[in-house]
């Protein structure tokens, strides 16, 4: 269950949704902009790839929030059931904070295998490609033994520090090789854990706390995706004409349903984003006042997701006077 406020969601808060873009896109740029610099300055194979990580996640995140936004768009005119399809790319932004926080737990062990599991999908499609199209005649040279695609493969398998044993041990679990290669070990690339493993991977007190924050808000939102008839229905009701709506008022849904679900996660969880990345950063005055920016006033006092985190963390965390 999410934690009571102690503090009422202030109501009388007004700003268009481009202001907010500017602010919370600051934030994320200004922080993404020191971690490129520290990785020009980085010595480290390893801590390259450690902050090239998550300067990739900063921008994932905000192309993904832009996306939602056009979708939100389609809510000005006739076309108010494309906006539903905004919320499980909203999941996506919450899934993105639990990620932050498990490579945080650990970064040896989990970024290791964030950066396997990237290969290991791409391996994955490859091999049921190869099954599919690759015994036919356009298709043979790229999929062959010394084709193109297996050198990209493998190249990319090598960039993420995959094994041989682990690409041998992929190989034959796709394409149900049963014959034993003594040459190999079986090694297989676990995927990464969901938001609701991650709860029990945290040590951390910190750090669950937090993931304790957002958790209720991913729940509600999975049931939007994977087909699920919320989904569904709600996309119906916003399809429906006024005249057959009964009961239901369309404009009133989307407003509760969509409207103030979307955008105002997306944002806090690009916020809060941006700031635990920006924690540890040494003489980061001019990222605090970008984060403080995105921040203040809408989603530390405005919504009450952000307002939990906020209150729990963030304002500690930036020297903020607590409302």
Request: charged content about 25%.
């Amino acid at each position: 269950m999410p934690r009571a406020l102690d503090r009422s969601p202030r109501v009388d808060l007004q700003a268009s949704a481009s202001a907010l873009d500017e602010r919370v896109f600051a934030a994320l740029v200004a922080v993404s902009g020191r971690l490129e610099a520290d990785i020009e300055d980085s010595r480290s194979i390893a801590h390259v790839q450690w902050l090239a990580t998550h300067v990739h996640l900063l921008g994932a995140i905000r192309s993904t929030h832009r996306s939602i936004r056009r979708l939100m768009g389609a809510g000005r005119g006739d076309e108010l059931d494309l906006t539903v399809d905004a919320l499980p790319l909203t999941r996506i932004q919450l899934e993105r904070v639990f990620l932050v926080l498990l490579l945080a737990e650990n970064p040896k062990r989990w970024h290791t295998r964030y950066r396997k599991n990237a290969w290991k999908v791409l391996a994955e499609k490859f091999f049921r490609d190869r099954r599919t199209v690759g015994h036919l005649e356009p298709y043979r040279d790229y999929f062959g033994p010394n084709g193109q695609g297996i050198a990209a493969l493998r190249a990319f398998g090598r960039e993420m520090g995959v094994t041989e044993d682990e690409f041998q041990t992929l190989r034959r679990e796709i394409l149900e090789d049963t014959e034993d290669d003594p040459r190999f070990k079986t090694w297989f690339i676990p995927d990464m854990p969901n938001p609701r493993k991650c709860l029990g991977l945290l040590s951390d007190p910190t750090r669950l706390r937090l993931a304790e924050l957002f958790y209720p808000a991913y729940d509600s939102l999975s049931h939007f995706s994977h087909g699920g008839l919320a989904g569904v229905l709600g996309s119906a009701i916003l399809r429906m004409p006024d005249a057959q709506g009964g009961a239901v008022n369309r404009e009133q849904f989307w407003s509760s349903a969509v409207l103030e679900t979307a955008l105002p996660m997306s944002y806090v969880a690009a916020a809060f984003t941006a700031t635990f990345l920006a924690r540890e950063m040494a003489d980061a005055s001019g990222i605090r006042e970008a984060l403080l920016a995105a921040w203040r006033p809408c989603l530390c006092d405005g919504v009450p997701l952000g307002m939990a985190v906020w209150d729990t963390w963030a304002a500690e965390i930036l020297e903020a006077d607590r409302p």
